[in-house]
């Protein structure tokens, strides 16, 4: 079920009805689940077994690890845990693609393996539905928490809906303590959660897929080498078009959880005015960056082992991060240009991190564009489905092949530019300021007013209820 669909505002408008009924919070937290349920069994309803086995094994691995003193017991049973989820993401998600690459290395040694055709379908979300749990399971063995009190809210903590196919990847800590009490969203909440998912649709809808997506895939799907000015106007406009996409489905979600009376983390914050890669990954797919951080950078060993290991782990934790993202060799190589990003940045900084002329304006300015300029560069790598295309993009965008084929209309590189120019224009104004602080300063009579825009465009853009992109990680 898609949040920009007509489908989805009917159910929602029937779960919200049904969360201000007059009965037990107990009563409305299942009704909360069967909602959750019914929203992902809307894409393939056998896929929902996944999700409860993960709920089950994740629920009773966590107790038992809690209440036992052995810690070789402790260890077994935090196996069990990883060894599950990691086997079903494994199963689904990476099968084809660890078949594919073990049917590769045997040809090299002259055996011809022709395996069984893969009919396996990638179940929508389990990238995030895993790494929650996963993070359950771990903050209980570190001690960093306590298992749930009530298996209804551990179940309602792994699919409660607005979060549950794309994220943000909520840790337990800040959402299971919320099941504790009653909810119910305020005036103010209600109208403040209507106003976000304005904006996620808006960002969706009417940038991403109405204004940027036809020249991403005009651009990525062309087979010929193309000129350096197309080459660019369709990356930029697919940077563009996964950040409105993704924010969009983020804002959409914390809005749709706050009409609720429930909060989720903030998983963007204007991350195109980011000032190196560091600050990149503090504002762009948070949840994601931190949960990395957290349970992969800092047990391997994070900055505490000297620079030779901490670059190492940089590029172990991106590659990882890269392959999360998805199962090709692409992937990996654009989490590994943020690694090296991440650990050649390092460098610099240990050496002239402390130089005055690094805090000026123009200065800053530059490196943001600099960021930006390095980011699109990865980008390429993310968007394109081989790596013949990525080469054929990069080389055109780079003045080492560019064709004479022009693909771009006029009308879409002026839309492009004026889109792109203004996402950054943005981004670099609100950098250190949030959306919360500038609503409020904002007279009622001009924020009903853009709010009013903002819904009539999304109502007469025309679309195709397109899925998010990240539906497919």
């Known amino acids: 079920m898609l949040f920009n669909s007509l489908t989805f505002v009917v159910f929602f408008a029937l779960v919200l009805a049904l969360h201000a009924l007059p009965v037990s919070w107990t009563a409305k937290k299942r009704n909360l689940l069967i909602a959750s349920y019914i929203f992902y069994a809307a894409w393939n309803p056998p896929f929902v077994i996944l999700v409860w086995l993960s709920t089950i094994v994740d629920w009773h691995v966590a107790k038992a690890m809690y209440t036992s003193g052995v810690q070789s017991r402790r260890r077994l049973l935090l196996t069990v845990s990883v060894l599950v989820n990691l086997g079903l993401l494994g199963f689904f998600k990476y099968g084809n693609f660890l078949l594919e690459n073990f049917q590769a290395i045997v040809s090299i040694f002259g055996f011809n393996y022709e ?112 000129a350096t000015l197309d080459a660019w106007l369709g990356t930029l406009a697919f940077s563009g078009q996964i950040f409105c996409d993704f924010a969009g489905y983020s804002t959409t979600a914390i809005g749709v959880a706050l009409c609720l009376g429930f909060s989720l983390p903030n998983n963007f914050r204007f991350p195109y005015a980011a000032i190196g890669f560091s600050d990149f990954w503090r504002r762009w797919h948070i949840s994601l960056s931190s949960w990395l951080r957290d349970y992969l950078y800092i047990p391997l060993g994070g900055n505490r082992k000297g620079n030779v290991r901490t670059y190492v782990n940089l590029l172990l934790t991106m590659l990882i991060g890269g392959l999360w993202h998805g199962a090709s060799w692409t992937f990996v190589v654009w989490g590994g240009l943020h690694g090296l990003y991440l650990a050649v940045e390092r460098w610099i900084l240990a050496r002239w991190g402390n130089a005055e002329i690094g805090k000026k304006t123009l200065v800053r300015i530059f490196l943001a564009l600099l960021t930006y300029f390095l980011v699109n ?59 919360e602080s500038v609503v409020s300063k904002l007279p009622p009579w001009l924020l009903g007013t853009v709010w009013a825009a903002l819904i009539w465009m999304v109502i007469v853009t025309q679309g195709s209820a397109d899925s998010f992109i990240y539906f497919q990680f």
């Open 115 to 226: 395996p069984a055709q893969w009919s396996i379908i990638l179940p929508v979300g389990i990238s995030f539905y895993t790494f929650q749990t996963m993070a359950y399971s771990l903050d209980v063995y570190l001690k960093r928490s306590k298992p749930a009190e009530s298996f209804l809210d551990f179940a309602l903590f792994v699919t409660f809906f607005p979060q549950l196919v794309a994220g943000p990847i909520v840790r337990p800590t800040h959402l299971i303590p919320q099941f504790a009490t009653p909810r119910k969203a305020t005036r103010d909440q209600l109208l403040w959660g209507l106003g976000m998912v304005t904006l996620g649709l808006f960002m969706k809808i009417v940038i991403a897929d109405g204004a940027l997506a036809s020249t991403a895939d005009l651009v990525y799907g062309e087979a010929e080498q193309i």
């Open 377 to 435: 560069i990865t980008w390429v790598f993310f968007r394109a489905q081989d790596f013949a295309t990525a080469w054929r993009i990069l080389s055109s965008m780079l003045f080492f092949g560019s064709g004479d084929k022009v693909l771009v209309p006029t009308v879409q590189i002026i839309e492009v530019s004026v889109v792109i120019v203004g996402l950054i224009m943005t981004h670099w104004l609100m950098r250190d300021r949030t959306l």
